[in-house]
């Protein structure tokens, strides 16, 4: 109980919010509604910060050193502008209808996704470079010893770029990212790889399209023969949004139309709460959900929480 405990407070350190330079941004150019989303979000964030600057401002002894009181200032507040970046989630209920050698079909699976942007603007077109990681455990919990029996580590730099050439189109942005991605193992069972993709990210209403597509990063060393064959090229996702409830379907397949035809497919659900809390359901089947059984078929449900979607 401890462990999960220890777990659900890393994932609450990441509170979804935005800076104020993005909002004063979509107000120059025009797109009032994005700023005064953002503004709002800005808002709920500062209600939580002022009482720990109050903090700061009437109990921590000040010093004549400005910058020392800076530092000081940014640990109370805990303003480092670190954000959510995918779903952060907690899902103690996870079953794989295949039996597997070795390990029990029901386990924990939890995912801790942050992002941090590192400078604005630089190249002139309004983009945003972020440095991300991300992080997804499987944890067999209901064995005796409860060991951990897969993570999956993706840090990542990325570029932003808004599309602005025209208000109302589908396309709303675009991104380039170089990511590794690895297991931590050694030996036989070590997997890891690196990537190059573009993302595109689309709206329609309020379905939200992302497509990716990827290439991998020669390496003399292949962890992961064939990843191509099981993990394919790119892969689609499609967000549909009503009222407090956000329906996605990650899809993804190697175009190959013959036997050796491979895919996954996830769907994932979640509803509010409270704030900043969801309840999370989460189908998945196929290939490739984690880089240890990327040649392995899953068909597995999950539930659980969500503290950022």
């Given at each position: 109980m401890?462990?999960?405990?220890?777990?659900?407070?890393?994932?609450?350190?990441?509170?979804?919010?935005?800076?104020?330079?993005?909002a004063?941004q979509?107000e120059k150019?025009?797109k009032?509604?994005?700023a005064?989303s953002?503004?709002k979000?800005?808002l709920?964030?500062d209600?939580?910060?002022?009482?720990?600057l109050?903090?700061f401002?009437?109990?921590?002894?000040?010093?004549?050193?400005k910058?020392?009181?800076l530092?000081?200032?940014?640990?109370?507040?805990s303003?480092?502008?670190?954000f959510p970046?995918?779903d952060?989630?907690?899902?103690p209920?996870?079953?794989?209808?295949n039996e597997?050698k070795?390990?029990?079909?029901g386990e924990?699976k939890?995912?801790?996704?942050f992002?941090?942007?590192?400078?604005?603007?630089?190249?002139g077109l309004?983009?945003t470079?972020?440095?991300a990681?991300?992080?997804?455990?499987?944890w067999q919990?209901?064995?005796e010893?409860a060991p951990f029996?897969e993570?999956?580590y993706?840090p990542?730099?990325?570029v932003l770029?808004?599309y602005?050439?025209?208000e109302h189109?589908?396309?709303?942005?675009?991104?380039?990212?170089?990511m590794h991605e690895?297991?931590?193992r050694e030996?036989?069972?070590s997997r890891?790889w690196n990537?190059?993709y573009?993302e595109?990210f689309?709206?329609?209403s309020?379905?939200?399209i992302?497509a990716?597509?990827?290439?991998?990063?020669p390496?003399k060393?292949?962890?992961?023969p064939?990843?191509y064959?099981?993990?394919g090229?790119?892969?689609i996702?499609i967000?549909?949004?009503?009222r407090?409830?956000i329906y996605k379907l990650?899809?993804?397949?190697?175009l190959?139309?013959n036997?050796?035809n491979k895919g996954?497919?996830?769907?994932n659900y979640?509803f509010?709460m409270?704030?900043?809390?969801f309840a999370?359901?989460q189908i998945?089947?196929?290939?490739?959900?984690s880089?240890?059984?990327?040649d392995?078929e899953?068909?597995r449900?999950s539930?659980?929480?969500?503290?950022?979607?």
């Amino acid at each position: 109980m401890k462990k999960i405990l220890y777990y659900i407070l890393i994932c609450l350190t990441f509170i979804n919010a935005n800076t104020l330079k993005e909002a004063q941004q979509l107000e120059k150019e025009g797109k009032y509604k994005e700023a005064n989303s953002l503004y709002k979000t800005l808002l709920k964030h500062d209600k939580i910060t002022k009482k720990q600057l109050d903090f700061f401002e009437n109990k921590i002894d000040k010093f004549d050193d400005k910058e020392t009181n800076l530092t000081i200032k940014q640990i109370i507040s805990s303003s480092f502008e670190i954000f959510p970046y995918k779903d952060n989630y907690f899902l103690p209920f996870t079953y794989d209808l295949n039996e597997k050698k070795g390990r029990e079909q029901g386990e924990a699976k939890f995912q801790i996704s942050f992002k941090k942007p590192i400078t604005y603007n630089f190249f002139g077109l309004n983009e945003t470079i972020n440095i991300a990681y991300s992080q997804t455990s499987y944890w067999q919990i209901y064995k005796e010893s409860a060991p951990f029996r897969e993570t999956n580590y993706k840090p990542e730099i990325y570029v932003l770029f808004p599309y602005a050439k025209l208000e109302h189109t589908a396309l709303k942005a675009y991104k380039i990212s170089l990511m590794h991605e690895s297991n931590g193992r050694e030996n036989e069972t070590s997997r890891s790889w690196n990537r190059v993709y573009i993302e595109g990210f689309f709206q329609v209403s309020k379905v939200f399209i992302s497509a990716k597509a990827w290439t991998r990063i020669p390496d003399k060393k292949d962890d992961n023969p064939h990843i191509y064959k099981y993990y394919g090229y790119g892969e689609i996702e499609i967000a549909h949004i009503y009222r407090d409830n956000i329906y996605k379907l990650r899809l993804r397949n190697n175009l190959r139309f013959n036997k050796d035809n491979k895919g996954f497919i996830e769907f994932n659900y979640s509803f509010a709460m409270r704030k900043n809390s969801f309840a999370y359901m989460q189908i998945s089947s196929g290939y490739a959900e984690s880089l240890i059984d990327y040649d392995k078929e899953i068909n597995r449900i999950s539930l659980g929480i969500s503290l950022s979607r």
